[in-house]
């Protein structure tokens, strides 16, 4: 393993924050004293933020690279949206494929030559680059399957961030509440503080199981499912250049590529039209 640098500034900076954090909650020092306007709500406390996602930074950033971190992140509006690749855009996809198979059979140079340039930078792209090698059926069908599942596999991992995420945050979250407990018990002899001790505790684990279930374990299994989307539509792309390859013809291609979409779905689609 190499030693990563990046990995030790972010695991410091993290556990930095989650010691501020519970300096705030052991009463060390008070961020609502200090900053007033932070006070505005009594479920609203920045130092049981740090707890929470300083700690699962920090438990992050060890499995995983800052850098995929990061990329993670900048997914979390998605949280808001949906896939792209849903059961229209296969259908849009299958009836791409099978366009190919007039032009692919009337002129194979000249049409890789404009559909590759055509697609440049996206998987369709590089599929028909592909068939410019003069590779075997499967030879094609085993290098552009290895395209598909790398693409996979490095979206998958951003789903496993959050899923990580998720796993930890309750735990981080009764980590917070034990430091909490630690300082009210200390604090018997007053019981001026029992009540904020033991609230501020349970703020962070409300924190934990919170981002939890409402943002990493959704997001988790959003972008699993979308990556499993996409994955489908590009094995769909994939399987049909092996049949252009096949010299099946382009209603073959058609019932062959169908035959894999959900039925309710595409007779829905098919009304439309």
């Excluded at 954090?21 to 009463?27: E, H, L």
């Excluded at 997914?75 to 009836?95: N, P």
């Excluded at 981080?172 to 034990?178: C, D, P, Q």
């Amino acid at each position: 393993m190499k030693f990563s640098i990046s990995t030790v500034l972010v695991v410091v900076i993290s556990l930095g924050l989650l010691a501020l954090g519970i300096m705030d909650v052991t009463g060390v020092f008070h961020f609502k004293k200090m900053f007033p306007i932070l006070a505005f709500s009594r479920y609203f406390d920045i130092p049981s933020l740090f707890i929470v996602m300083g700690g699962l930074m920090a438990n992050s950033s060890i499995m995983f690279s800052p850098q995929i971190v990061g990329k993670a992140f900048k997914r979390v509006g998605y949280l808001f949206s949906h896939s792209s690749y849903t059961e229209k855009k296969q259908l849009e996809t299958i009836e791409l494929v099978s366009s190919w198979v007039s032009p692919y059979n009337q002129d194979r140079i000249k049409f890789i030559n404009e559909a590759a340039e055509k697609h440049k930078g996206t998987p369709a792209g590089y599929f028909i680059g592909l068939l410019s090698a003069n590779y075997t059926k499967e030879e094609f069908g085993e290098i552009a399957m290895k395209y598909v599942n790398q693409n996979y596999k490095e979206k998958k991992t951003l789903s496993d961030v959050f899923q990580s995420m998720g796993n930890s945050g309750p735990a981080f979250g009764m980590f917070g509440t034990l430091f909490g407990l630690v300082y009210m018990l200390s604090s018997m002899d007053d019981p001026s503080k029992i009540g904020p001790g033991l609230a501020l505790g349970l703020l962070v684990t409300l924190y934990g199981v919170s981002l939890t279930h409402l943002l990493f374990f959704p997001l988790a299994k959003k972008l699993h499912i979308a990556a499993t989307k996409e994955r489908l539509n590009e094995e769909l792309m994939v399987e049909g250049l092996y049949l252009l390859l096949e010299k099946k013809t382009e209603i073959f291609m058609q019932d062959a590529l169908k035959a894999q979409v959900d039925r309710n779905v595409l007779q829905k689609l098919e009304k439309k039209k």
